[in-house]
């Protein structure tokens, strides 16, 4: 039985099954280095770009930008509530327009649930908003994906990313040769992502955490033992608290979940106990405790105004 709207072709003996060339490829493949290359342009002016385990990410007006280059816009649609599987949260769809002819020629759905990391306490505004933008680059994304590859650039819009503080916060894009490399932190140092130049040396050596400030140099190239003092355990302890990893005592005050934390420290490759971490180490984990917060805060305005 035929599907609605889907009929078979007839292909004659010794005719190919695949369809004629729109175009030569060589003609699209031309105008799409041209979108690829003014993409990357409007985006290497970006003050805070996505960077995930070393790789760049478009967010949603990214894409639409993009879109923008072929005559192409994303329609969302109304934010529903879903419950999945017992996880309640807000699901969206978004279609893809053709801006001369009104045709569709794309979509996609998208969910923001309360099993998330970042979305479990918001309400539910933010939600509803944060489905509508995932599918809205979705869509976008169904349809462009193969132009922003193009471009260099990962094909998952960043909005789908997970919330990991480490390797999901937004940095600066690549400095002028000569000024300190890597991406910034949080405090508005710059982390070396760059790899040691000794030998054994650890990536955490010659990195700067303060606006400016020289690499430490280390006399050797093993890794820091040194233990963290106890204002900087406080400090971690804090900015722990401040994230969300929380849990109630026995006496019913609130305190630091060290469950959570632990499995954040492993995460990003640090040890999971506390107690365990060197100076280096509670440093870096304080710095990715700062920009999750950051992350958080940030991604909660963001999703506001692209509601509208």
């Not at 506390?274 to 920009?291: K, M, P, Q, Y």
């Amino acid at each position: 039985m035929e599907e609605k709207g889907i009929y078979p072709m007839e292909v004659k003996e010794g005719e190919s099954s695949l369809r004629p060339l729109v175009q030569a490829p060589e003609v699209v493949l031309q105008e799409a280095q041209r979108a690829a290359s003014a993409l990357q342009r409007v985006v290497a002016g970006k003050k805070k770009p996505v960077i995930f385990k070393g790789e760049q990410y478009l967010e949603f007006e990214d894409w639409q930008t993009v879109g923008k280059f072929y005559g192409l816009c994303a329609r969302t649609f109304e934010a529903t509530p879903v419950e999945i599987f017992g996880v309640k949260g807000a699901k969206a769809r978004a279609e893809v327009v053709d801006l001369r002819t009104g045709q569709v020629v794309g979509g996609a759905e998208a969910y923001c649930m309360r099993d998330e990391e970042n979305w479990a306490a918001k309400p539910w505004f933010q939600l509803a908003s944060m489905a509508q933008t995932r599918a809205g680059a979705k869509a976008l994304r169904n349809v462009l994906a193969w132009v922003v590859v193009l471009a260099g650039y990962r094909p998952t819009p960043a909005e789908e990313l997970p919330a990991s503080p480490a390797q999901g916060v937004k940095a600066k894009p690549a400095l002028p040769q000569g000024s300190s490399g890597g991406r910034e932190s949080p405090s508005g140092g710059n982390i070396n992502t760059s790899s040691p130049s000794t030998p054994g040396s650890s990536p955490a050596q010659g990195s700067s955490f303060a606006q400016g400030a020289p690499a430490e140099k280390s006399a050797s190239p093993t890794p820091s033992t040194e233990r963290p003092t106890r204002e900087e355990i406080q400090n971690l302890l804090r900015l722990a608290f401040k994230n969300g990893f929380q849990t109630v005592n026995a006496e019913g005050k609130k305190c630091v979940d060290y469950h959570h934390l632990g499995a954040f420290l492993k995460e990003n490759g640090l040890p999971p106990m506390v107690r365990d971490l060197t100076r280096e180490e509670c440093r870096i984990a304080s710095l990715s405790l700062e920009a999750r917060a950051k992350t958080l805060f940030s991604q909660g305005e963001r999703d506001e105004s692209a509601r509208y």
